[in-house]
Structures are given as structure tokens and as C-alpha cells.
């Protein structure tokens, strides 16, 4: 990658973002948009975690870190503070890992 196509897509990149801001100005979007804009940066987060959890490369792979991941959502639903959250998916995984699920 270069330099140049760098820079030529945070310009891009830039460019929408004032493109949003120009059409959009002092205008308020309709009740609906909202609230779905409201949900898209939970979409992308939940997205991010299954496809890193539960892929490596190209290839769908079941390993140690998903028992490790369902574990830290067991504790996130059970409303743990987050570091508790971390460490109970780490230690999991950690374990999984011992046992050999890698």
C-alpha cells in the first residue's frame, strides 16, 4: 500500500463526512433514522466480535477464543463491571486453551 492511496482515501473518507454535513446542515433527520442510526454502532461492534471470533483469514474456524467470548457475554448479561467481563473471557479462553480447544 501506498502513501498515496493513503492519503487519497482519508481524503475521500473526508469528503463524505462533509458531504453528510452539507446536505444534512441544521436539518433534523426523521424520528426512524434516528433510531436506527441509534442501533448501527451496536450492529458494527457485534459484527466485528462474531467474524474475529469465529474466522481466521478466510477459513470459518471454532477455537478457543468462542467459549472465551461467550463467557464474557454470560457475564456482560449478568451486568459484571467490565474489567470482570474481560477477565472472565480471557481466563476462559485461557482455559479452553489448557484443555487443548485450540
Given at each position: 500500500?501506498?502513501?498515496?492511496?493513503?492519503?487519497?482515501?482519508?481524503?475521500?473518507?473526508?469528503?463524505?463526512?462533509?458531504?453528510?454535513?452539507?446536505?444534512?446542515?441544521?436539518?433534523?433527520?426523521?424520528?426512524?433514522?434516528?433510531?436506527?442510526?441509534?442501533l448501527?454502532?451496536?450492529?458494527?461492534?457485534?459484527?466485528?466480535?462474531?467474524?474475529?471470533?469465529?474466522?481466521?483469514?478466510?477459513?470459518?474456524?471454532?477455537?478457543?477464543r468462542?467459549?472465551?467470548?461467550?463467557?464474557?457475554?454470560?457475564?456482560?448479561?449478568?451486568?459484571?463491571?467490565?474489567?470482570?467481563?474481560?477477565?472472565?473471557?480471557?481466563?476462559?479462553?485461557?482455559?479452553?486453551?489448557?484443555?487443548?480447544?485450540?
Amino acid at each position: 500500500m501506498t502513501w498515496a492511496l493513503v492519503l487519497s482515501l482519508a481524503g475521500a473518507a473526508y469528503a463524505f463526512k462533509v458531504t453528510g454535513l452539507v446536505v444534512v446542515g441544521g436539518r433534523s433527520l426523521p424520528a426512524v433514522v434516528e433510531r436506527c442510526l441509534s442501533l448501527v454502532p451496536a450492529a458494527l461492534i457485534s459484527a466485528l466480535i462474531v467474524k474475529d471470533t469465529l474466522s481466521t483469514g478466510d477459513e470459518l474456524v471454532i477455537d478457543a477464543r468462542l467459549p472465551g467470548v461467550l463467557a464474557a457475554v454470560v457475564a456482560a448479561r449478568l451486568r459484571a463491571p467490565l474489567i470482570v467481563v474481560i477477565v472472565v473471557g480471557a481466563g476462559v479462553t485461557a482455559l479452553a486453551r489448557v484443555v487443548g480447544l485450540d
